[in-house]
Every structure is written in structure tokens, then in C-alpha cells.
């Protein structure tokens, strides 16, 4: 009898609780949404949107220099595993002139 008491008066005691992760209300939570929502809005936004302004109206071209690589970026320790050993995946200038040289030869 004593067990029983026990168990139905635990039971009852142990209603469930709401958690309150972070010990914040929920009307504390919905304030501190409300401020980063109008953080976002009246900073973060107007600052991205001059930025992208900034960078489409400001940007420049950088020259490109014609003529063979320097020779610090073109270090090979050991030739690539196509047919044209030399160049690189992407080279399309490098393949024509290997697959001319070839068709020559």
C-alpha cells in the first residue's frame, strides 16, 4: 500500500514541465527576435546591399600579360598521366599545340 502511494503521488508531482532552454520567457525569446530581426533589417542588409553596389560599380579587370608562364608556376615533379605529359587539365591551348605537334610528328 505504502508503494502504491508512493508511485501515484510521485506521478503527480512529476508534471510536465515546460523546458525553458536558455532560462528565457517566451516573451523574452520573441524580444530578442524582434531586435535581431531589426538588427538584420536596419544593418546587416542596407551594409551587404552597398557592398554588392560598391563591388559591381568598382570592379576592374586585372591584366593578363601574353607569353610563357614564369617558371615558378609551371613545376612539375612529375608528368601527368595523359597523353600530353606537360599540361595541365584545363589548358586548352597547351592540348592543341601538344596534339598539333604530335599530328605533325
Not at 531586435?35 to 542596407?46: D, N, S, T
Not at 570592379?59 to 599540361?87: A, Q, T, V
Request: glycine share 4%; aromatic share 12%; net charge positive.
Amino acid at each position: 500500500m505504502f508503494a502504491r502511494r508512493a508511485v501515484t503521488r510521485a506521478a503527480t508531482l512529476r508534471a510536465p514541465q515546460r523546458r525553458n532552454f536558455g532560462a528565457h520567457s517566451a516573451e523574452e525569446a520573441a524580444e530578442e527576435m524582434t531586435k535581431w530581426k531589426k538588427l538584420f533589417i536596419y544593418v546587416a542588409a542596407p551594409v551587404s546591399a552597398l557592398k554588392g553596389v560598391t563591388d559591381f560599380f568598382a570592379s576592374h579587370d586585372h591584366p593578363h600579360e601574353e607569353g610563357p608562364l614564369p617558371d615558378y608556376m609551371k613545376i612539375r615533379n612529375k608528368s601527368y598521366s595523359w597523353e600530353c605529359e606537360d599540361c595541365g587539365l584545363f589548358d586548352t591551348k597547351c592540348w592543341k599545340e601538344c596534339r598539333a605537334e604530335k599530328a605533325n610528328a
